[in-house]
């Protein structure tokens, strides 16, 4: 172990699951303290997600203790709250590597482990997969019990009640855990409420609750009464007559912090037949209190020094290109009532903090759901809003049969801002901005735009927000350049810039770079080496076919370079335009390749990728060759 062995006596003997099972019931308090500790102990040393992970350390150890995994499939949302899966199931020791290149990857994962059974980062994905895993492990006749365990934030998504709604109707073994860590009913967590679960969840009461469905099976109206009858007595103390209207058998809520309590709930619900709900309360960051004060700050976290109260105190540095949004927002807002912000359950990652707090009334929160938030945009935009709304580029896949109906058919006033667009980093594949440039430009209507700084940025949010139709701007996680700011004004719509022109080169050695996006001095750099021109395309939609036309006919190369998968991105549509007009300059396409990209560090993956400008150099001069 990478801590001293002394510290967690019984966590160091756990290298499985079936390590754990080993363990009498009396030790399960002490190895959820202990694996608590050890996870606040190597987070707080290699950054890392820690509150969720915190609040869900004795459901961990309760479901591994009763469920035989990897033979039951124990399926997590998210993924953020599954750090002590991972330290369970045979990642104690690698821990300290999550999130680095070549490490831990930062979710669940399936080519990790065979205890991961479904690939996770985006939410609400947990019961449709639980589902399919539940109705083959019914073919197959084996008893193989299927978990899913979703956060109430990952609840509110539509895909979710989707999932629901179909298995109750088709009614297969499954159980799904709800975990509410809101707190809004911790006055229904304690005893009485424990061991009503207990009670419900017990032989007893589901051996009267099925004989007694059966020996009214001849008489509808009286076994409709009794239904009710339960439904009522259950509805006094439970608030689960939503999930039971869906077909689910509603068990809780309950203490998720009470490993003991846990064990028996699962072990009787175990055994029980149809679809299962267990709704247990539990507390983000809980068991470190700056943690549980502060939630929402030791979500993800640095390294720290756990024996204070406080992260560490970012060092003054250029602001990110989430607060460039945020401040545009605000200043926009300042002088127009009719601008509504909007995002998916992501207020403090795309900088909208300050917006809310100060517009309170055009700001919306839609919960995780994407879909919900662009076709809500539509509405306000036929009643003549300006709705923005502001999404990463990997969470607005999932809406994008609502980009497509319900604002770009319909050629409707929407600003897209879409923050984390390329390579995010630690978060990985799940996460990377990999495709918007390729699925937005083949929309029609569209106006998709990349500014190459944030001057550039605030310019083109402002020429998105003013254009009449659906506009995209897209910008990357991370820190701004730092160069100073224009007036707001509209910029001329599918107008690139040349930023560099070459002396004269040998023929054939003639090289104008076209970029799209921040990797603007990295072009720069190796324009400089190579003597290339160098034009900031700005628009990826539409096209600066005349600056184009301009470039192609003096020199000999053409060079297109965005942070977007190649596949159908900027470059494609440059080299659709040549072939249109039958020009045959070479091209020369640089960007993410027809593969996901794994974690890392933003520079480690870009300087992987030759995305750098000494990778971007290499690249070109072996073109020439």
């Known amino acids: 172990m990478t801590q001293a062995n002394s510290a967690f006596p019984l966590l160091q003997l756990i290298d499985s699951p079936a390590d754990l099972r080993g363990l009498p019931k009396t030790k399960l308090k002490q190895v ?8 606040l102990s190597s987070v707080s040393k290699s950054s890392g997600h820690l509150a969720s992970g915190l609040g869900t350390v004795e459901l961990t150890v309760a479901l591994h203790y009763v469920f035989k995994t990897p033979f039951d499939h124990l399926v997590w949302d998210v993924g953020h709250q599954a750090y002590p899966h991972k330290i369970i199931t045979g990642r104690r020791d690698q821990l300290h590597t999550i999130r680095q290149k070549d490490g831990l990857h930062p979710f669940p994962w399936r080519e990790e482990s065979e205890y991961d059974v479904l690939s996770v980062g985006h939410s609400s994905t947990s019961i449709s997969a639980a589902l399919g895993l539940a109705v083959a492990a019914e073919k197959e006749k084996q008893n193989r019990k299927v978990v899913a365990v979703i956060g109430d934030g990952a609840m509110t998504a539509g895909m979710a009640f989707e999932a629901l709604n179909h298995a109750g109707d088709i009614g297969p073994d499954m159980l799904v855990i709800l975990n509410d860590n809101e707190m809004s009913i911790s006055e229904n967590v304690g005893a009485l409420n424990s061991h009503f679960a207990r009670l419900l969840s017990g032989k007893f009461y589901t051996s009267l609750r099925e004989g007694g469905k059966q ?3 001849g008489l509808p109206s009286m076994r409709e009464l009794v ?12 608030p689960g007559t939503i999930f039971e209207e869906l077909g689910f058998n509603y068990i809780g809520p309950i203490d998720g912090h009470d490993v003991d309590g846990l064990v028996d709930t699962l072990s009787n619900m175990r055994a029980l037949k149809g679809p299962q709900l267990l709704h247990i309360v539990t507390r983000k960051g809980k068991g470190y209190a700056p943690a549980e004060k502060d939630p929402i700050g030791y979500h993800g ?15 003054p540095t250029l602001p990110s290109y989430s607060q460039i949004f945020g401040d545009w927002l605000c200043e926009t807002a300042e002088i127009d009532s009719k601008l509504v912000g909007i995002t998916p359950a992501m207020r ?14 055009q700001y919306f929160d839609v919960a995780i759901a994407e879909q919900h938030a662009v076709t809500f945009a539509a509405g306000l935009a036929i009643a003549g809003e300006k709705p923005v709304v502001a999404i990463y580029s990997s969470f607005l896949q999932r809406a994008y049969d609502q980009l497509i109906h319900d604002v770009a ?4 006033d929407v600003l897209f801002a879409i923050d984390r667009a390329g390579i995010v980093g630690a978060d990985g594949p799940t996460h990377q901005g990999a495709f918007d440039l390729t699925y937005l430009r083949c929309v029609p209507n569209m106006v998709v735009m990349t500014p190459s700084d944030e001057d550039e940025c605030r310019l083109m949010l402002h020429t998105g927000y ?3 139709g659906p506009a995209a701007v897209r910008y990357p996680r991370g820190n701004a350049v730092g160069v100073s700011f224009s007036p707001l004004q509209a910029l001329p719509i599918g107008k690139g810039q040349l930023k560099r022109e070459a002396d004269t080169p040998a023929k054939g050695q003639r090289v104008a770079i076209l970029n799209f996006g921040t990797l603007l001095p990295e072009a720069m750099q190796a324009a400089e080496a190579l003597d290339a021109t160098v034009a900031d395309m700005r628009f990826v939609k539409p096209l600066d076919t005349a600056l184009i036309d301009t470039l192609s006919a003096n020199h000999d190369l053409l060079v297109t370079l965005e942070e977007n998968v190649i596949a159908g991105g900027a470059g494609s549509a440059v080299g659709e335009y040549l072939s249109s007009g039958n020009k045959t300059t070479a091209l020369l396409h640089i960007g993410l390749p027809d593969e996901f990209i794994k974690h890392g560090s933003q520079e480690e993956i870009r300087a992987e990728l030759g995305l750098d400008a000494e990778g971007i150099l290499e690249k070109i001069k072996q073109r020439l060759k």
Do not use: W, Y
């Not at 959820?32 to 996870?39: A, I, M, P, T």
């Not at 795309?350 to 917006?355: A, D, N, Q, T, W």
């Not at 058919?409 to 409707?412: D, H």
């Open 32 to 39: 959820s303290d202990e694996l608590r500790q050890f996870l």
């Open 301 to 315: 976290v640095p390294k720290f020094d756990p024996s204070t109260d406080a992260l560490p105190k970012k060092a």
């Open 466 to 468: 003013h254009f009449e």
């Open 227 to 238: 239904s009710r009858a339960e439904e009522h007595v259950k509805g006094m103390v439970t």
């Open 215 to 217: 020996l009214l099976s």
């Open 409 to 412: 058919l319909q050629n409707l």
């Open 348 to 361: 403090e990652g795309s900088g909208m903090v300050e917006f809310a707090r100060r517009f309170p009334k």
